[in-house]
């Protein structure tokens, strides 16, 4: 689900915490050393997410808050700014050349360069999240 949060919205506040759960605390967000990303470029999306890319030329930036059930993925469009919310059972990510996270039939994939290379930690314990949140629902063999 993408929300236009560019002006401050509390129905949008109740439907993250709803989809990907509340945020992390300010001691959980220390223990975690930070729950944000970096600034990422973005070099490719899908065609459905194409309407909330920069027009012109100009660079497209996100970057992710962890959140306790999912992430919040935010896309700066201008003076606008969208937010993505995925929940881990939906989110994919794939390491190819940057890296893309995939959901909901949409993607995102952010380019390799040096801002990519400094979250390098944020992507781990992304991934470290998912593994924790999936660990809940483990199958049984039988």
């Known amino acids: 689900m993408i929300l236009d949060t560019t002006y401050l919205d509390k129905k949008h506040k109740h439907l993250l915490s709803d989809l990907v759960g509340r ?4 001691l959980e967000s220390l223990k975690m050393k930070g729950i ?12 459905n997410l194409q309407s909330y890319m920069n027009t012109v030329s100009d660079a497209n930036y996100a970057n992710i808050e962890l959140r306790k059930n999912g992430i919040l993925l935010f ?15 939906q989110l994919v990510i794939y390491k ?38 999936d660990e809940q629902y483990k199958f049984q063999n039988i």
């Open 36 to 47: 944000g990303s970096k600034r990422m470029i973005i070099e490719d999306v899908s065609p």
């Open 96 to 133: 190819t050349n940057g890296a893309s996270i995939h959901a909901q039939g949409k993607f995102i994939h952010f380019k390799n360069n040096k801002t990519f290379k400094e979250n390098k930690r944020f992507f781990e314990k992304m991934l470290d999240e998912k593994i924790k949140y």
């Open 23 to 26: 945020s992390f605390t300010l």
């Open 75 to 89: 896309i700066n469009k201008g003076l606008q700014n969208f937010t993505w919310a995925i929940p881990y059972y």
